[in-house]
């Protein structure tokens, strides 16, 4: 924006200056011909008075008697009544400016004044009115800059406050300028940071409590799964022991929504081994896929490895094969590839498309397709960032989701 105003203001200058300077010009050269026209005139009348005597008393004209007026370039010729012609000096090959009189007894007088001294003083107009201008043009471009810094250095705290309050400093304030368009930005922005902040720690607050809340539950159901184990048969110890890592599992999501509850969360991202995760929780949602019905096909290479948490690698594909359980159709998939500096994993199903509009806001909290809270994949998707992936709908023919983690040592930029 700076550099735009300071080029408006270059372009108004030189606008003015072409518009003011070239008739000021063109204004000056003819001033200088008048008045050289005017010396011109002004000599013819002193060398008439000088010769005058002579002429009148029928004798030439004697080099003595213009000799004051022949120096610096000047030509004269008298010619008197009688048509004889007197010359003193040398012609001007450009003729120069030229000025002529007739005497009472019919002589006339001519001069040739050179060009020398006209030309020099036009261009000293010439370069005073293109100094002036090139003036007026430097003083606006200062201009321009005193008055972009004035304009600018207000939304550049816009922009600082808004980036303060995008990095989730909700205390980030706007300061005033006196500039009403720009103040009123800035309580809009004060008042949106206000409102995010109070939100955003209600959601918080609420997650902290909702997860402590069932820390209680789960650890006497542990308890009491362990106390089934220990005493039941060897089914049911089985059955027990399977649990029993379900509520292990259950229990390393609540720890993840604690870490993501505290304003100041930093997610412990370490190289996983993303097959050999994925491979540890394959047969319960097997398990789980063969209760509604539905087979889970999971291709795995040997060994995937990726900067990742393994609870929130492991809670995203879970929410992704609920997703497909609840919303999709036939064959559940999850296939996990190396490609390079990233790791992809895409989990698919064999349901229906999506609609566009679907598909756009599929990601937003409290947009559900349909008997679910909206709630699931928002928050799969902020699991997938906070481990520094992504999470996309890259297909809805058939529907699939895409997981992409870095690999250890490798760049990646999420866009």
Do not use: K
């Not at 012609?91 to 020398?116: C, F, M, N, R, T």
């Not at 259950?250 to 509850?261: G, H």
């Not at 998707?381 to 996309?392: F, Y």
Request: hydrophobic letters at 45%; glycine letters at 8%; aromatic letters at 4%.
């Amino acid at each position: 924006m700076r550099a735009r105003l300071v080029r408006r203001f270059v372009a108004v200058a030189l606008f003015a200056v072409v518009l003011l300077g070239v008739p000021l010009g063109l204004i000056g050269r003819a001033f200088v011909r008048a008045e050289a026209v005017r010396i011109a005139d002004r000599e013819a009348d002193s060398i008439g008075f000088a010769a005058q005597p002579y002429l009148a008393a029928g004798e030439p004209v004697p080099p003595s008697a213009v000799a004051e007026f022949v120096g610096n370039g000047r030509y004269i010729e008298i010619t008197d009544a009688n048509g004889t012609t007197a010359t003193f000096g040398t012609p001007d090959p450009d003729d120069g400016v030229h000025a002529a009189i007739e005497l009472a007894d019919g002589s006339v007088v001519d001069v040739w004044l050179p060009d020398e001294a006209r030309d020099r003083r036009q261009t000293h107009i010439m370069l005073l009115v293109a100094g002036l201008g090139a003036a007026a043009v430097a003083l606006a471009a200062i201009l321009g800059v005193l008055l972009a810094r004035g304009l600018a250095r207000p939304l550049d705290d816009l922009a600082v406050a808004a980036r303060r309050l995008g990095h989730g400093d909700f205390t980030a304030r706007a300061p005033r300028s006196g500039v009403a368009e720009v103040d009123d930005v800035a309580a809009a922005l004060d008042t949106s940071a206000e409102r995010i902040g109070t939100m955003v720690a209600a959601e918080r607050q609420f997650a902290a409590n909702a997860s402590h809340q069932l820390r209680t539950p789960l650890t006497a159901l542990r308890l009491r799964l362990e106390e089934i184990a220990e005493h039941g048969d060897d089914s049911v110890r089985v059955e027990a022991d399977l649990a029993l890592r379900h509520a292990d599992r259950l229990n390393a999501t609540i720890s993840e929504l604690l870490r993501l509850a505290r304003p100041d969360a930093e997610r412990l991202r370490q190289p996983v081994d993303v097959a050999a995760l994925l491979r540890e929780h394959a047969p319960a949602w097997q398990q789980v896929c063969a209760a509604a019905h539905r087979e889970l096909r999971v291709e795995l290479p040997r060994q995937c490895w990726a900067m990742a948490s393994s609870g929130g690698t492991a809670q995203v594909v879970q929410t992704l094969i609920e997703n497909a359980l609840q919303h999709g159709n036939g064959t559940v998939t999850v296939q996990l590839n190396d490609e390079g500096d990233v790791v992809a994993l895409t989990v698919r199903d064999e349901g229906r498309s999506l609609l566009d509009a679907d598909a756009a806001q599929i990601f937003q909290r409290h947009v559900s397709r349909g008997g679910g809270t909206g709630v699931g994949l928002a928050l799969a998707r902020t699991l997938a960032e906070a481990d520094g992936g992504r999470l996309d709908l890259v297909s809805t023919r058939p529907t699939t989701f895409r997981l992409t983690s870095p690999r250890p040592g490798a760049s990646f930029a999420r866009t």
